[in-house]
């Protein structure tokens, strides 16, 4: 007599499609956290031919066309901006300021807040802009 010896199958597990999904979740994630920034805050920053680009990663001031004041996208006041930047570099350490301003903010009022800045602590102010399409003739 002979006995035919049993073929074990292994069990195979298709991942194919939990793979697609994953990359499809993936994509979606990345492109959504790109606008994520602020918001809440409208903004129009001016535009420069010659700046560099760059991630950045430190204390944000805003202010917005008509006057309004937000630091790291929540509302601060005038009369209050020096104690609330000096409580943020005493919980950050981070002496650096980005100061993002609308372009139709007065000239006067952006002095006005830098001096704030530089007398509540901070040593180093940017001011962020955005890149003007070249145009070559």
Excluded: C, W
Excluded at 24 to 30: E, R
């Amino acid at each position: 007599m002979q006995f035919r010896k049993k073929q074990y199958i292994k069990p195979v597990i298709n991942i194919t499609s939990l793979v697609d999904v994953i990359f499809i979740l993936l994509l979606f994630f990345m492109v959504t956290a790109s606008f994520v920034e602020q918001p809440n805050i409208k903004l129009e920053l001016p535009s420069t031919r010659h700046s560099e680009v760059s991630k950045i990663e430190n204390t944000v001031l805003t202010i917005a066309r008509d006057g309004q004041l937000f630091l790291q996208s929540k509302p601060v006041d005038k009369e209050t901006l020096k104690k609330e930047l000096r409580r943020v570099i005493l919980d950050t350490g981070d002496e650096v300021l980005v100061l993002k301003a609308d372009k139709f903010v007065p000239y006067g009022v952006v002095v006005d807040i830098i001096d704030a800045v530089k007398g509540a602590g901070f040593r180093k102010v940017i001011a962020p802009t955005i890149m003007e399409e070249k145009v070559d003739k």
